[in-house]
């Protein structure tokens, strides 16, 4: 099944009836760990329940894709947990027509997600086989929308930036200025900062020269590598 990005806005408070092979998990999903833990975007809400989150994992983690948990894809990374995925989507707010950046791009799902709302994407992913795969699993999906980059991420992609939203699904012991150079006016940056192992979620906006920020509360991440994240000797040997 193809799912491709969609447009529509002014969505009912009832989800539409695209389904897929894990639809029931699905719906347990997002009524159980999204909704009655405050996520109320019903754009978001949708994205979340029919982009089929078992495509992005390995073969082993299909039967818990929709659990309520991260999930590893590769050699120190995860898929995030789905209500760390819907509270990021929530907070940047992408809007169709709007360009967006996701830094530690992994699997693509959120990407998928960001694609899903209307936005054009660009993700950026260190590691190169991940990258690949999660480039041809996007174009399987049939997003035309979405560019993945392999390499380092941690000071955003200058060379498509402006962008409306930007997520950071890694940790970062302080965001970027370069990074943040390349939010657009009214833009929004969705990041995890703090050390190694606890981080704050935080939503941070540009108003002209004013920059704001708002905790959306702990989380823990695996690390971002590069030169605007953590070097790799602190983070310890790469396998």
């Known amino acids: 099944m193809e799912i491709h990005p969609s447009t529509r806005q002014g969505w009912s408070n009832e989800l539409t009836t695209i ?17 009655r833990r405050g996520i109320h975007d019903e754009r978001v809400l949708e994205a979340m329940r029919v982009i089929p989150r078992h495509k992005f994992v390995p ?3 299909v039967g818990a894709a929709y659990e309520d948990r991260p999930l590893p894809i590769g050699t ?15 907070a940047a707010r992408a809007a169709p027509g709007e360009h967006a ?12 997600i960001l694609a899903h709302l209307g936005a054009t994407v660009c993700a950026v992913e260190r590691n190169t086989q991940l990258a690949e795969e999660s480039r041809e699993r996007l174009e399987r999906l049939g997003y035309g929308n979405i560019e993945v980059f392999d390499g380092d991420g941690s000071d955003g992609l200058a060379e498509r930036a402006p ?4 997520i950071v699904s890694a940790a970062t012991p302080s965001i970027s200025p370069v990074m943040l150079s390349q939010l657009a006016e009214g833009g929004r940056l969705v990041a995890p900062v703090g050390s190694l192992r606890q981080q704050e979620l935080l939503l941070v906006c540009r108003q002209g020269e004013r920059i704001t ?4 509360g702990a989380c823990q991440f695996v690390p971002l590598i590069g030169k605007g994240g953590w070097k790799q000797e602190e983070v310890g040997p790469k396998n």
């Not at 120190?76 to 929530?90: C, D, F, G, W």
């Not at 530690?104 to 799902?109: A, N």
């Not at 920020?213 to 959306?216: F, I, N, Y």
């Open 19 to 35: 389904t897929h092979s894990f639809d029931l998990e699905a719906r347990h999903m997002v009524e159980e760990q999204l909704r």
């Open 59 to 61: 073969t082993e983690s």
């Open 76 to 90: 120190h990374e995860t898929i995030s947990q789905p209500y760390i995925v819907a509270l990021m989507t929530e």
């Open 101 to 112: 950046l996701e830094i530690g791009g992994g699997c693509g799902y959120q990407a998928a």
């Open 163 to 166: 962008y409306n939203v930007i």
């Open 213 to 216: 920020t708002r905790s959306l």
